[in-house]
């Protein structure tokens, strides 16, 4: 076996630690660590525990020493838009929030009182979600103002991860870009921009590409965990690797990263930033090699996740599914972007009473449930296939669905049935496996992203679902 190389993947729900290695041309992956990930409730408000997060991260690393694969290099993605603030010692200032809090509520009118909606999507390219950093970021000035005061460096989560390991701080562009708060024209913060809300801009760093060194570990991290190696920038955003993993060779390329959020988009060269754009709530994300990922962000799996813990975890996702299907005639279609179910405390209850509150039958059982959702979501996809393919004038005619949601055969089955389009489902660990990408592209394992795709294919069973 040639080089390792370590991805650190760290989901809303759940982290885990990838060995990868390049073998005869394809990419071999062993899991070594996992760990449970969620906001912590605190003052109030969702937060994340951080702290327990670096714990971890290190626990995994120590692993590649106990099982004798030192890496030669390791990279960290997360989930976008979150963020923290530190003073002038690197201390974090305040609490760490997370996307679903609540205090971002009425920060969009605030931001909009000194710059139109429309105006603001015309120069970043983002779409509205009510977590983007650009209304955290109003949260903090309007809510906690002497903290914002006292900042002195802005980090995107899996940045000041990085930065705990390595003592340097550097900002990634493709996680960086989902906050709304980056200019697609530059490719680096609209500082215009920043300055108008009132941010501070000296607290934030120049934007660097997925492929650079952010350093080695700390003389204290590599005392603790027994080795050093380098710490390489992926493309952070978790997302954005997912889509360096769609194992495809054509540009007419349709892609869900699918997991707790359904990704839906195509890749382009230049961002589309028009208003019928905005209308339809596409946005503009950097992705690697400054490709945009226009993209519509879909509640995904969130929902049904949520049902299955309220039933406590007694069933699998494979019997849920199951269950859907013997159901699957139940009439029931939610609107699966509906702000209702973004966090509710009963997902359940809030299904059932979006059903009665639109006069549409009420699921009583689990595979109603279960088949309102999953039908609903697939729907929601075809729906996304004909708004693309209207804004962007191409034809697509096959859908490649990477990350957890792939293993989803119902659901694959559904979104053939429902778009009319070829589904090829996989690979599994999208978004682990593009961390690895970048790292063993930037060490010359592959020539570029075309050939590092091509080896995706070969190297991970896609299967493929037809259109009946």
């Keep these: 076996m040639g080089n390792y190389y370590l991805a650190v993947d760290i989901g809303a729900s759940s982290g885990r630690h990838i060995l990868g290695a390049v073998e005869n041309g394809k990419i071999v992956l062993e899991e070594i660590h996992r760990f449970e990930n969620g906001m912590v409730k605190k003052d109030g408000h969702r937060c994340w525990d951080t702290e327990h997060l670096f714990r971890e991260i290190k626990a995994g690393i120590k692993k590649c020493k106990e099982i004798g694969k030192i890496p030669v290099s390791m990279g960290i993605d997360t989930w976008a838009v979150d963020y923290v603030l530190l003073d002038e010692n690197d201390k974090v200032l305040g609490n760490t929030y997370g996307y679903r809090d609540s205090r971002m509520d009425g920060m969009d009118e605030e931001v909009y009182k000194i710059i139109p909606e429309k105006d603001l999507y015309a120069r970043t390219g983002i779409q509205k979600q009510m977590f983007n950093t650009i209304y955290q970021l109003m949260a903090h000035k309007v809510q906690e103002p002497e903290l914002l005061g006292r900042a002195k460096t802005f980090l995107m989560l899996p940045d000041y991860f990085q930065f705990l390991l390595t003592g340097s701080k550097v900002s990634e562009y493709t996680n960086a870009t989902s906050g709304q708060l980056v200019s697609p024209v530059t490719k680096q913060w609209d500082m215009e921009l920043i300055g108008m809300l009132g941010y501070p801009e000296d607290i934030f760093l120049p934007l660097s590409m997925p492929g650079t060194v952010v350093g080695k570990f700390s003389e204290e991290v590599e005392k603790e965990v027994g080795f050093s190696c380098e710490v390489v920038l ?235």
């Excluded at 946005?283 to 400054?290: A, H, I």
């Design 234 to 468: 992926p493309a952070t955003h978790d997302t954005a690797s997912a889509v360096m993993a769609v194992p495809t060779q054509s540009d007419e390329c349709l892609y869900i990263s699918s997991g707790t959020w359904s990704l839906m988009g195509v890749e382009n060269k230049e961002a589309i930033c028009s208003i019928e754009s905005m209308e339809k709530n596409f946005t503009n994300e950097g992705g690697y090699e400054y490709r945009f990922r226009y993209l519509k962000n879909i509640m995904g799996l969130w929902m049904i996740q949520s049902v299955r813990h309220e039933l406590n975890d007694v069933y699998s996702f494979a019997q849920l599914c199951d269950m859907a299907e013997e159901a699957k005639d139940f009439p029931s279609r939610v609107d699966v972007n509906d702000n209702c179910f973004m966090a509710p405390e009963n997902m359940t209850e809030a299904i059932k009473e979006y059903c009665r509150n639109t006069n549409r039958q009420v699921p009583e059982s689990i595979g109603e449930l279960s088949a309102v959702i999953y039908q609903s979501l697939a729907e929601s996809y075809a729906e996304t296939v004909k708004e693309i393919e209207a804004l962007t004038g191409v034809h697509y005619p096959a859908i490649n669905i990477v990350g957890g949601g792939s293993n989803a055969v119902y659901l694959n089955n559904l979104t053939a049935e429902k778009s009319g389009r070829t589904v090829y489902a996989g690979p599994g660990e999208g978004t682990a496996i593009g961390n690895l990408m970048a790292q063993m592209i930037k060490a010359g394992e592959f020539a570029g992203l075309k050939e590092a795709r091509a080896s995706v294919f070969e190297s991970f069973g896609v299967k493929t679902y037809k259109a009946q």
